[in-house]
């Protein structure tokens, strides 16, 4: 409970078991369209509080609730460029894994979206702005506007996190994607 109180929860009381992963325990009750809470495991502190209904994609599932990424060996990359596959999405009761995975490919100077192996979409990007392992990065083309995504380095990936509307870069993107689907 938010008052640091522990009470057991399970299916009869419309969650899943307890999971403890990374430092945290999540309690999911999204399957039957609640929330799903992230509590500090040594604490039992709530970290956040996820809907399933109005999904905020930075803030749930925390980026403390670490993604289950085949082969990952826990090491953080040591800079953001590199080939990078889409694993997963996230939603309110953890990361939702996706098949057919997206590439994204950063080299010095440019960024390479890979839908699928059916259609790609190539920009130009600059680093704005630089934090420790947090990249601001302006995807940039005379055919599209500009757009900021962050880029946070994590272990054995990338967190890509961009705004909740979908701008001009974003319509092509899903353009693309679509005209690839057949």
Known sequence: MPNGDLI???RRDGCVQPIPRGGLIKVDC????????????PTRAMVESCSFW?????????KEWPIETPGCDGQVPPGITGAWTL???????????????????LSDNSITFDLSGSAKLERSYAVVEQDDQRFSLEIRDDRSART????????CGLFIESEAVCDA?????CQRSRSSDG
Request: hydrophobic share 35%.
């Open 8 to 10: 057991p929860v399970g």
């Open 30 to 41: 999204t399957p039957f369209d609640g929330p799903a809470y992230y509590f500090d495991e």
């Open 148 to 155: 900021v995504v962050d880029v946070e380095l994590a272990p």
């Open 169 to 173: 870069f974003c319509v092509e993107l």
């Open 87 to 105: 694993h997963a999405l996230p939603t309110a009761g953890g990361f939702s894994p996706i098949g057919g995975g997206w590439t994204i490919r």
């Open 54 to 62: 109005f999904p905020d994609p930075n803030r749930c599932p925390p």
